[in-house]
């Protein structure tokens, strides 16, 4: 019988388990009786010498069979003749799919037999491949006198690393034994059984530390590099990278595993950098990420801690990778984070901020041996003051004190460095508001947003819009819990019922929107995102007329690599358009706006003749349509239909995806004699009419440059600043940041430009670099004659 199935199985090129299983020979042995199925499996792990042989007995063997102490030595003894060999790959795979079958007849044995068994067991244990199969057999021999840190592969950078921490953790023997083997035993895929993750509890009650011996296996994969190995195909020697072999990759799923288990804040930091690691791409051209299994279980278990901390080192993560699918795990453990609360997300991230034990005005005083330490938090950031016994704030900490409270100032600056990454998270979620039109009931907004030490300094310098059912409204930035500030500086009360929501240009008229940049300008308010001085997109004529796209953004050239990770950090979801794909004849970014029905969808086609250099996707792409889908039908929208807030969002990403990513905002793209044939696109985008974007440049400095200390030599022309220097006039076109020389418009080429006088000036929004670019190039070239860069000198002196 096992000679007809056998034959059967090597009759087909491939066959799937349930194929195997359906074939009339099988099945002729899977109806037989218990006997009959237990003399047939030890026929087939006689003759276990290839794939189908292998295959067979994962059929037939996966119910289970009564096993003698003679039938256990059958099975044993010669795959350990076996495994001394050099191929002993089959008979691993003929232990590891009976182990099990061994481990539970193994249970119901005499004594005696048992202790027969042991030296065959023991010998198993120690050839076999596959740390989970070595580990069950060895379970059943009894613990050694030492830990087996021969478990662990050696076979990439990590296994020695992991196997020292075992070695030199301040646990006893017996706790790191166990714990290894646990860790040995995590599947090479799926999830944990119920029963290994019982068996964490239990071990965490043997560790006296469990949390430092976690936290010096994850330091072990966080210090691992790659490791090479070379191999021959058809006379061709490959070099293949990979950060760690299967063995380690699942050993490593079992430690992040735990660490969620343990539930310990501090291991959260560890956690975010491992997934951040494991995700990156290795092996150069056409490469992949070093672990995306291990990434994933990172992100899973920063969610299973559970602290509020966990939310900010998610959103970091979310912050610091653009991977799909890890972005994908972090929002889906975001979720049910929320969902296991009751709460939506958005909900959940707004409750979870820490306070980091900053009192209600975003400060918290350290004492020191000498004065004090002063955190700081403000609308964009947070700093350290040094504070003197005289209560005189400082720029710097004396020597004396430096010395005296090293440990204390090194706990502050990391504790600066959390409330740092709070900050950016909430900069980043408030942002995401401005797409959502929120409201609150303002007892709630006062708990959630006014009075939260990190929170409330930024809500503090925001625009909000409080409105009553009786009709009453106040638009201003809140003062207290019961005053806020107009545009034009009165302080008015805040209706003690209103409903809350975040004020949006959109829902005001231009000389509203145009108070509010005034006030801002005048106060020196810096906000923590773009609000009032945001770029508004309104339906265009030409919009109208075309009813179901637009065609504002289409046209332009810009790289897809960058373009897909800006996509993916505003919410977007791309499909790529790579080489291998020639289904795909376009490509689509989506974003879905849940609390309308609606989605955004972003077209654009690769230019085919720019092959890939760095990866699978095309270099290039050219811009197309943007739409607006009803998600429950999936019909076309009317631009007309779709709500002013969702249009304006939108359309506002996908300028910033083209703005940032366009050839022409790339000033080096005609000294790099790059394709002539987009020369055209390059000059019309670097000096064309302004964006959304330029428009609010010229607002802002419209206000700005009479103040600069080179007013005098400054000019606000349609689309430029003119800049007059000594040696020529020069003209920064305010969309790209690029520069024309008189007398003839000559390109001038200034790839960066940092002036200090520059840095220093007050700009009402921090997150939009040309403008900081425009600044700076403009102090740099009042006094070209003072220019040093000879790059930039023998193009302002070539005539």
């Not at 066959?15 to 009339?24: E, G, I, S």
């Not at 491949?129 to 990439?156: M, N, Y």
Request: proline share 4%; charged share 25%; with cysteine.
């Amino acid at each position: 019988m096992v000679a007809a199935a056998l034959q059967a199985l090597h009759g087909r090129s491939w066959t799937t388990k349930p194929d195997a299983r359906a074939l009339p020979q099988v099945q002729a042995i899977l109806q037989g009786s218990e006997a009959l199925r237990r003399e047939c499996i030890l026929s087939v792990s006689d003759r276990v010498d290839s794939y189908s042989s292998v295959q067979l007995l994962s059929v037939i063997a996966r119910k289970r069979v009564e096993l003698s102490a003679e039938h256990i030595e059958r099975l044993l003894t010669p795959r350990l003749v076996q495994l001394e060999m050099p191929e002993s790959l089959w008979s691993s795979e003929c232990l590891r799919l009976m182990s099990r079958q061994i481990e539970h007849a193994y249970a119901a044995l005499p004594g005696a037999e048992k202790e027969r068994l042991k030296p065959l067991l023991g010998r198993a244990a120690e050839e076999v491949e596959g740390a989970a199969t070595a580990t069950r057999l060895r379970k059943l021999v009894g613990p050694s006198d030492g830990i087996r840190v021969d478990l662990i592969d050696e076979g990439d950078d990590i296994g020695p690393r992991l196997r020292a921490a075992f070695e030199t953790a301040d646990e006893s023997i017996g706790a790191r034994a166990t714990a290894l083997d646990l860790l040995a035993a995590f599947p090479t895929s799926g999830r944990p059984s119920k029963k290994w993750l019982a068996e964490v509890a239990r071990i965490r009650g043997l560790l006296s530390w469990p949390a430092a011996l976690v936290s010096a296996l994850l330091d072990a994969a966080l210090d691992a590099a790659e490791t090479n190995t070379e191999h021959t195909y058809s006379n061709r020697v490959y070099t293949a990278t990979r950060y760690a072999t299967a063995g380690n990759e699942s050993f490593l799923c079992g430690v992040v595993t735990i660490a969620g288990h343990l539930g310990d804040p501090a291991l959260l930091p560890q956690l975010q950098r491992l997934a951040v690691k494991s995700v990156t791409v290795i092996g150069g051209q056409f490469g992949s990420p070093r672990s995306l299994r291990l990434a994933n279980a990172s992100a899973q278990a920063m969610a299973e801690i559970g602290a509020p901390s966990s939310i900010t080192e998610l959103l970091a993560l979310e912050r610091s990778v653009r991977h799909g699918t890890l972005l994908k795990q972090v929002r889906k453990a975001i979720d049910a984070l929320a969902s296991a609360q009751g709460m939506t997300r958005e909900q959940l991230l707004e409750r979870a901020v820490e306070t980091h034990d900053l009192d209600n005005d975003g400060e918290r005083r350290v004492s020191l041996s000498r004065g004090s330490a002063l955190i700081v938090v403000d609308g964009r950031t947070a700093s350290l003051v040094y504070v003197d016994e005289n209560q005189t704030p400082r720029k710097s900490v004396p020597a004396d004190v430096k010395q005296a409270d090293v440990e204390t100032l090194a706990a502050i600056r990391g504790d600066l460095k959390a409330i740092r990454k709070t900050i950016a998270g909430e900069r980043l979620r408030l942002d995401s508001l401005m797409a959502l039109d929120r409201r609150w009931p303002l007892d709630d907004w006062r708990t959630w947003y006014l009075d939260h030490p990190i929170t409330g300094c930024l809500t503090r310098t925001l625009v909000w819009a409080f409105s009553t059912q009786q009709g009453q409204s106040v638009v201003g930035i809140p003062r207290d819990t019961a005053t806020a500030v107009t545009s034009s500086g009165q302080q008015v009360a805040i209706p003690a019922d209103a409903e809350v929501r975040l004020w949006h240009p959109i829902h005001a008229t231009a000389d509203e929107v145009r108070a509010w940049r005034r006030y801002l300008l005048e106060q020196q308010i810096v906000q923590p995102l773009k609000q009032a001085f945001r770029e508004l997109y309104v339906l265009t004529p030409a919009e109208e007329r075309s009813r179901v796209y637009s065609n504002r953004f289409a046209g332009h050239i810009f790289g897809q690599v960058q373009a897909r990770a800006l996509m993916k950090g505003r919410g977007w979801t791309p499909v790529a358009v790579a080489w291998w794909d020639d289904g795909i004849d376009h490509g689509v970014a989506r974003r879905t706006y849940d609390t309308v029905g609606i989605r955004a969808e972003f077209f654009f086609d690769p230019i085919l003749d720019h092959q890939p250099t760095t990866s699978d996707l095309y270099p290039y792409c050219t811009s197309d349509q943007v739409r607006f889908v009803d998600i429950q039908g999936d019909d076309s929208i009317e631009l007309a239909d779709v709500p002013p807030l969702v249009l304006t969002e939108a359309m506002r990403d996908v300028d910033l995806f083209v703005g940032v990513t366009s050839i022409g905002a790339d000033p080096e793209w005609l000294d790099r004699g790059a394709e002539r044939r987009f020369e055209t696109y390059w000059h019309t985008y670097s000096f064309g009419e302004l964006s959304a974007a330029g428009e609010i440049r010229r607002d802002v400095l419209e206000q700005l440059v009479p103040r600069l200390a080179i007013a005098d030599r400054c000019e606000l022309e349609d689309r430029y600043l003119r800049v007059r220097g000594n040696l020529r006039t020069y003209r920064i076109h305010l969309g790209s940041g690029n520069i024309l020389m008189s007398p003839n418009d000559q390109y001038l080429c200034i790839v960066t430009a940092r002036d200090s006088q520059a840095n220093k000036l007050f700009l009402p929004f921090d997150d939009d670099p040309v403008l900081s670019l425009v600044l700076s190039k403009a102090f740099l070239l009042a006094n070209d004659t003072a220019i040093k860069d000879t790059t930039i000198t023998a193009q302002i002196n070539h005539h």
